[in-house]
């Protein structure tokens, strides 16, 4: 999930429909049906007309795949960063069915508004994602979610000046062109300390083993750190410096998610090369980057008076057939394991950097609640660095204080 949250925004009912679908009017329910009522929630994007009204058509075709409902379908506007607060503050009045980041789940399960998915519904789930999607959703061998993409970052280059060869090492790239990196953003920055072997929690699911951002291998990554932020070929990437950059040619690559290919793919065109994490050179040896990854899911409260209408719509919203149709309308790439076989989903560059990211250049993003300590610290080591408070006389100590504050319940 993006650090740099964009801010929740709940809509009142926009649309009530029947047995007809999400775009008609109330129907007029058959005495063998039962009329149920149902609040989904999902960013602005899916509900667009310029993107297809995406959440409005799967719900149409929902309703016409379930006769014995006559389903009222209520819609409200919040993104995958923001349904949980929401959920875990009111969840009586929240939505029945919502997409949410996979690592706000605690923020629900601490509330008890966030529904387990068992039996015949987990078994279908399983058999349709990876195990490393799958865990990214699973707690206390729970499973909470159906997962619809995966969620995490890589980079895009002008391949104008940057061979394929070129974006394999970040400091080879910039011997050639000028590559910005969201530095100040720490949703980004420990890629660095991450590829140098620093860890989170143990695997990224034990508390008690705390976060190993210290230690000589984490000065030398921030020396490392306060070199490139002086590179002259390099540029930090904040409040969308990175795509104008790309715009005006005076940037060449950039690190970002799949919510901005479209917009890069319109400025290089052709151009546009996509790939996952390069490596890094520390000390004469390569490191490699890696991202935070996890997924994007659709849950549903424990709060709804219809459960299994809620559940069989949130399984359907997750579905191939929903995937596909989310792909080829609002550009969301797929992880349903079915569609990553589909030749022209398999040939786009975007689809194949963000899975070879996931795969093998990221770790999974700890959802442990301590994790919520450690945002503010690198924020302030980037933005420390760029403003020249952090430097090679006062590195190893700046370092120990970003791991002690990291570390500590009080930040």
Known sequence: MRKNKIAFLLTAALMVTGLSGCGGTTGSASQDQEDIRLMVWSPQNDQSKDRGEWLQTMCEAFAKEHPEWNITFVYGVADEAGAAGQVAQDPEASADVFMYAN??????????????????????IESTNSQEVLDSLIMDGALYGVPFTTN????????SVFSEEDV?????????????????????????????????????????????????????????????????????????SGIAGLRDGSINAMFTGSWDAAAIEEILGENMGVASLPTYTLNGEEKQMLAYAGSKAIGVNT????MVAA?????????????????????????????????LIKADEVVLAQNNTFNFT????????????????VENMGKSIRNGTVTHENAAEQTEAMNDAMNSDGI
């Open 362 to 377: 990221s770790i999974l993003q700890p959802f442990v609640s301590k994790m919520s300590n450690c945002w503010t610290p």
């Open 311 to 343: 559940v069989e719509l949130a399984i359907y919203l997750g579905s191939a057939e929903a995937q596909k149709a989310h792909y080829e309308l609002c550009g969301v790439v797929p992880c349903n394991t079915e569609l990553m076989e589909d030749e």
């Open 303 to 306: 709060n709804s008076r219809y």
């Open 168 to 240: 394999k090492n970040l400091d080879t790239m910039l011997e050639k062109g000028v590559v910005s990196f969201p530095f100040t953003n720490s949703w980004y920055l420990p890629a660095f300390y991450l590829g140098n072997g620093c860890t989170l929690f143990g695997d990224g699911t034990d508390e008690s083993q705390g976060v190993d951002f210290g230690g000589q291998k984490a000065v030398d990554v921030t020396n490392y750190l306060i070199d490139l932020e002086n590179h002259p070929n390099f540029r930090i990437d904040a409040d969308g």
């Open 103 to 124: 690592d706000t789940l605690t923020t629900m399960t601490d509330a008890n508004a966030l529904a387990k998915f068992g039996g015949k519904y987990r078994e279908e």
């Open 152 to 159: 995490t970052w890589y980079m895009y280059y002008d391949k």
